[in-house]
């Protein structure tokens, strides 16, 4: 993993990926889902940024609107400028399928998906599906057997099962095959969306380490999980979501020591280490969203303010969008 | 929801030892030469929540499967209430097969593309001949008691998030009122609140059903919290 590994004088200026209001609307029959709503972030090379929330608050789709991989009855608006070593800056929402299939999907933005078992194609071996994907990214048909085998085993997959066919893995052995394909193109930016679903604990941390160590290298790395322990051992940055929108993002350790928004605390007291207790209610149907705060029908701080919708503004250590939060701090 | 053992039990098995429960005996299972389960024996009781933990490829799926009767072991066999059960699952009487049910990891694997939301939880009750109203209202329930909103239950599995997915899938595998529920790696893709939730969705089931529950999980912590017994399956 060299080709991401950037001159140390640019890492602080010049964001990898930079996203700019992004929206994804996606048509029904007879409704609207509000899927991911004026989404701003950025990506610097060495970055970790882990992206939480509830099941169904839009993780997944922000992955694949990056990538162009949304289905027909999806509208996407907003900016997404990826500017990668060498390259020119281009912007992925609305580029071309052709531009994305050749020079951003895997090559530029690799994706390791959820479900890789539904996701991996059913009737090639891991050693095939591995092969194929660095033969076209520059492997030789010589050298790609060795590299497939090195970079299984940098995922922790036995180099001795991929002779397997994807339904003959376990869970866990299917998720290590979809990482490895993912980083088999060394994509300078890596969207991973819950990688270390069904993995025991050492493979976990062995994950998680090969992801702080490509960021490590210059690298950066968006982590969608659910595992806020996870989330808390590597990354160095935190963006919660809720109904759509990011709610509250700052530094890791900022984050989980003294959250600012309710329902950052909230996600925080449902871990089985902790109360064990969910965030009261349900999420709110994105069909159908409030005008103001949509938290505000499970919020216990909530107030009449709420009704109007809270900016996510910058305070002391990062952003957040509420009218009551949990910190007070100058604002930056 | 009724809070007592269903009726059906007895039917099916009369003269039922008295030590119920859900058990393997001596179960073997190979998977090309490799044996993955050497004489496994575990028991799940009612009432009670046991945790299944092992290292990764230890085989705690294929276990769980073959207590579904969803794969036939090589050698050993599978009791419900000292009743052994011979053969696959779908060739058996539904009184018998709806008496186990099991929640898979990836709800995307377990579910067909092309059924809503609310037939993909309604389509055992079909299966067994139940009228469409009663269906209907049973479905609704269900939804309720996952937390899936109605306006969910008429989208198909792409139109939802993952764990929407896997809380239809949680209704469904309810809708029989199981008395034994095996969950495998239920909520390892789940948000901390949503896998709280299931959780206690799932305990609060078994609490008034008197259900037996066995839990697969990695996670040290929700294992603590959630397991009333915990069982170690050594590697292969
Ligand atoms: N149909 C199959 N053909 C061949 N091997 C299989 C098949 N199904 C499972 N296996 C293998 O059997 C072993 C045990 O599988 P199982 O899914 O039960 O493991 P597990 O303990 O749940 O693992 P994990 O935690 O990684 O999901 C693994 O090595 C797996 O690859
Ligand atoms: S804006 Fe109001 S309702 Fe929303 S999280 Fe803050 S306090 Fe709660
Ligand atoms: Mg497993």
Same mark, same amino acid.
């Given at each position: 993993m060299t080709t991401t590994a950037l001159p140390a004088g640019t890492a602080l200026t010049s964001p990898l990926l930079a996203v700019d209001g992004l929206t994804v609307r996606f048509r029904l029959?007879?409704?609207?889902?509000?899927?991911?709503?004026?989404?701003?972030?950025?990506?610097?090379?060495?970055?970790l940024l882990a992206v939480v929330g509830e099941s169904g608050c839009g993780k997944s789709v922000l992955a694949h609107a990056l990538l162009g991989l949304l289905p027909g009855n999806a509208t996407v608006t907003g900016r997404a400028r990826l500017h990668a070593p060498g390259r020119r800056e281009a912007d992925l929402i609305g580029a071309g399928e052709r531009h994305l299939a050749r020079h951003v999907r895997g090559r530029g933005v690799g994706l390791v998906p959820q479900s890789p078992a539904t996701a991996l194609t059913p009737v090639r071996t891991g050693r095939r599906l591995l092969e194929e994907t660095l033969r076209a990214h520059g492997h030789t048909r010589r050298d790609a057997p060795a590299a497939a085998v090195r970079i299984a085993a940098d995922v922790g997959f036995d180099p001795a099962d991929l002779d397997r066919y994807p339904h003959e893995m376990s869970g866990g052995m299917a998720q290590r095959l979809a990482?490895?394909?993912?980083?088999?193109p060394d994509p300078p930016v890596l969207l991973a969306d819950e990688p270390t679903t069904g993995l025991d604990r050492p493979l976990v941390d062995h994950t998680l380490d090969l992801l702080r160590r490509r960021c490590d290298t210059g690298a950066a790395v968006l982590l969608i999980t659910h595992d806020l322990a996870a989330a808390r051992r590597v990354a160095d940055t935190v963006a919660v979501m809720y109904a759509s929108r990011i709610v509250e993002h700052r530094p890791a350790e900022a984050l989980f020591d003294d959250p600012a928004h309710p329902y950052t605390a909230g996600?925080?007291?449902?871990?089985?280490?902790?109360a064990f207790v969910p965030v009261p209610g349900h999420p709110p149907r994105l069909t159908d969203l409030p005008g103001g705060c949509a938290f505000a029908p499970r919020c216990a701080r909530a107030t009449d303010a709420c009704g109007t919708l809270p900016r996510l503004a910058a305070d002391g250590t990062g952003r957040v969008a509420c009218h009551h939060p949990l910190r007070e701090e100058a604002p930056a | 929801?009724?809070?007592? %053992?269903?009726?059906?039990?007895? *039917?099916v098995a009369p003269g039922a030892a008295p030590a119920g429960g859900l058990a393997a005996h $001596? %179960?073997?299972? *190979?998977?090309?030469? $490799?044996?993955?389960?050497?004489? %496994?024996?575990? =028991?799940?009781?009612?009432?009670?929540?046991?945790?299944?933990?092992?290292?990764?490829?230890?085989?705690?799926?294929?276990? @769980?499967?073959?207590?579904?009767?969803? =794969? *036939?072991?090589?050698s050993g066999h599978v009791t419900i209430d000292g009743e052994p059960l011979g053969g696959v699952r779908h060739r058996l009487p539904a009184q018998l097969r709806t008496r186990v049910a099991i929640l898979f990891q990836s709800p995307r694997a377990a579910t067909d593309p092309r059924l809503s939301l609310a037939d993909v939880? *309604?389509?055992?009750?079909?299966a067994t001949g139940t009228p469409r109203e009663q269906a209907a209202a049973r479905t609704a329930e269900l939804a309720d008691l996952v937390g899936l909103t109605p306006d969910l239950l008429t989208r198909r599995p792409h139109a939802v998030s993952d764990g929407q997915l896997q809380r239809a899938c949680l209704a469904r595998a309810l809708v029989h009122r199981p008395d034994y529920l095996l969950c495998d790696e239920a909520t390892a893709m789940l948000d901390a609140s949503t896998q709280a939730h299931v959780a206690a969705v799932v305990t609060d089931y078994q609490r008034r059903q008197g259900a037996g529950v066995l839990v697969i999980t990695h996670d040290p912590a929700l294992m603590k919290?959630? @397991?009333t017994r915990v069982v170690d399956l050594p590697a292969a």
């Open positions: 029959r007879d409704a609207v889902v509000h899927a991911v709503t004026d989404l701003s972030l950025t990506l610097r090379p060495g970055e990482t490895a394909l993912a980083l088999a996600l925080l007291d449902a871990l089985p280490d902790r | 929801m009724t809070a007592t %053992v269903p009726g059906a039990a007895d *039917a $001596q %179960v073997c299972v *190979a998977y090309g030469g $490799q044996r993955v389960l050497d004489r %496994v024996d575990l =028991h799940v009781a009612p009432g009670e929540t046991v945790g299944l933990r092992g290292p990764s490829g230890s085989g705690k799926s294929t276990l @769980a499967r073959v207590l579904a009767l969803l =794969h *036939a072991p090589d939880i *309604a389509e055992p009750l079909r919290r959630w @397991a």
